[in-house]
């Protein structure tokens, strides 16, 4: 996504999604065992029924890539057949390319306006924490040089 952004003289961007898992709801009824330390005495035979979905469960992960989907979906972007966490909108307002990894969105617009629009349209949908210009996503410092049209990967 950052070489696309280069050559499309894109600003990078960053927002994270605010206890993502709780934002899709459970499909069907789901169980699991009460978790060490937390087990009442009496009950230790008993399994947990959840109402909302957990971080780390396969469930939670699935349940919650739906959610986004349906979100892009409404929101008008599209998804890229070469890779699906990457989708792109392009409207009268410019262009926007975003790649998601779980809760996070790195996202890549035109203009400064064109960024807040697009953050207040998910912040919309769910609480979101801007992050802004961060200079590390996932663990790679990425620094952005809009005067030489660079983008820099580090690890």
Not at 20 to 46: C, H, P, R, W
Request: charged share 30%; net charge neutral; proline share 1%.
């Amino acid at each position: 996504m950052a070489a696309i952004a280069v050559k499309l003289d894109l600003k990078l961007w960053q927002i994270d999604f605010v206890g993502a898992y709780l934002n899709s709801l459970t499909k069907g009824d789901i169980y699991m065992k009460q978790l060490e330390g937390f087990v009442q005495s009496g009950f230790e035979d008993y399994v947990c029924k959840l109402v909302h979905m957990i971080h780390r469960t396969m469930q939670g992960a699935h349940n919650w890539y739906k959610t986004l989907m349906n979100m892009y979906n409404k929101l008008g972007y599209t998804t890229s057949w070469a890779d699906p966490c990457i989708r792109y909108k392009k409207d009268d307002d410019g262009y926007t390319l975003t790649d998601t990894y779980t809760d996070d969105i790195f996202g890549a617009s035109k203009t400064d306006g064109e960024i807040q629009r697009r953050k207040e349209e998910m912040g919309k949908e769910w609480k979101i924490k801007d992050v802004g210009k961060n200079e590390y996503f996932l663990g790679m410092r990425v620094q952005q040089d809009l005067n030489r049209g660079m983008i820099r990967l580090t690890q």
